[in-house]
């Protein structure tokens, strides 16, 4: 079983940068392909970002492909993303998940384990 706490969010402008982190518990942190989902007041939750169990794959929704970057380091049994250029329609909870399989995916359905979630708010 893997649990995972995210960290890191917060205010900021427009334009700004913030980096999230995912820790997770446990020894197994390599076996799981990792993804970052949010969700905005009053929408459904939705893909931002996923990575393969050995970090060499990913994959980006459209819209932050460019502005945001997922990446993991399996000895520290961590995952992160770097958003830049953020805008006010990025605000939402972002949760990051994990899934048994091997590859990076896009769909919450496969995803074993989600964390509690942060907040990001940017302001215009």
């Known amino acids: 079983q893997v649990q995972l706490v995210e960290s890191g969010g917060g205010l900021v402008q427009a334009g700004g940068s913030l980096r999230l982190s995912c820790a997770a518990s446990?020894?197994?942190?390599?076996?799981?392909?990792m993804g970052w989902f949010r969700q905005a007041p009053g929408k459904e939750r939705e893909f931002v970002a996923a990575i393969s169990r050995s970090g060499g794959s990913t994959i980006y929704a459209d819209s932050v492909k460019g502005r945001f970057t997922i990446s993991r380091d399996n000895a520290k049994n961590t995952m992160y993303l770097e958003m830049n250029s953020l805008k006010p329609e990025d605000t939402a909870v972002y949760y990051c998940?994990?899934?048994?399989?091997?590859?990076?995916?896009?769909?919450?359905?496969?995803?074993?384990?989600w964390g509690q979630g942060t907040e990001v708010t940017v302001s215009s």
């Open positions: 998940a994990a899934h048994r399989g091997p590859s990076a995916s896009r769909y919450s359905y496969q995803y074993d384990y």
């Open positions: 446990g020894r197994t942190f390599m076996n799981y392909a």
